[in-house]
């Protein structure tokens, strides 16, 4: 250890050495701090950089709005952050165990293994409903991020497909810890089986929930927009809802002083209601009466259908009101609502032309 010390004091240049070009403890002591803090410093630095440090920002934004379970939101987050128990990242810790998959005996163990590149859960993939086929060398992180063509694709089979790969991956950890803690062997069929049991009671509490928003959007005859608004709301249906929104809009239409008026809704029957063309059930008969007798109120009012693609806008602001508490009414300086806009051809209601 000393030599080993000498030999840093010469390697560097005027090492251990005095102004007089001799030799003396104390520049040799003074050199050997100088490195001892200059080592300490390059750990310092080294141990700031975190591995998710590196991951875009768009793989985290997909694991926090999966609609799974919270604990498996946060596991996910975990293998992400590599902070799981695997055979890898316990080596890592300093824990001396063999890091070798106790499942297939022949690739270590690491997060990408367990959860894709094992023989086991490729079985369990493939015979799941979803399909999948990891690749030769797959990553979770890059498999997080394919998402993204699923979800420009379709929407609400992207974001059921993602539901039901979250569960699969929490049920292949548990098989994971079930035969490296307890010695207990699931077959791929026990671990699917109870993955769709669960994204199937997890789904039947998300119908149920009755929590739901609107989302409006005023535009005027130039496509500027006046007023954009999120609204919370305990809903008992899709058309309750939709209903809930034109009356709301009505109001607020009153409010503002507009006599002129177009209606666009993404929604059939509400549209074929307003136009009193359709008798609605009993359950929203009240309030289709209620948003009838508000047509009375201007000079001149119009009703129309428009695909969901044309309603993106109020489609995006009904969603914020999902984890809103109060009513919202949004600037037009936010770049989301911003970029909304631009690509909409026309809003939900808007004053008719002047």
Sequence with gaps: MVADLIDQVKTREGGGVTKDGLFSIKSAYKLLS???????????????????????????????????LPKIKAFLWRVCNEAIASGVGLRHR????????????????????ILLGCSFARSVWFGSSLQFSPSDNPSLIDWIRSWEVWFRQDKRLAR???????????YLWRARNELSLKGIIWTSSEVLQLAEKAYLEFSALIKDSDKGGLGIIFRDHTGRCLKARSIP??????????????????????????????????????????????????????LVANVVRLKSSFVSISFSFV????????????????????????????????????????????????
């Design 34 to 68: 100088k490195l001892e803090e200059e080592g300490q410093s390059a750990r310092a630095s080294s141990s700031r950089s975190r591995p998710w440090e590196s991951i875009p920002d768009a793989v985290w934004n997909r694991v926090w709005s999966i609609q799974t």
């Design 94 to 113: 300093n824990v001396n165990i063999d890091p070798i998959c106790v499942r297939c005996g022949v690739h270590k163990e690491t997060r990408d293994h």
């Design 160 to 170: 059921e497909a993602l539901s039901k790969a979250a569960f699969i991956c929490w």
């Design 233 to 286: 709301h305990i809903l008992g249906s899709i058309i309750q809802g939709e209903l809930l929104a034109i009356r709301h809009a009505l109001n607020l239409a009153i409010d503002l002083g507009v006599d002129n008026l177009l209606v666009q809704s993404d929604c059939k029957d509400a549209i074929l209601f307003m136009e009193e063309k359709k008798s609605p059930d009993w359950e929203v008969e009240g």
């Design 307 to 354: 695909s969901k693609a044309m309603n993106n806008v109020s489609d995006a602001l009904a969603r914020k009101a999902l984890s809103l508490e109060y009513l919202t009414d949004w600037p037009n300086s936010i770049r989301w609502f911003q970029e909304l806009c631009d690509s909409e051809v026309s809003g939900c209601t808007h004053p008719l032309p002047q």
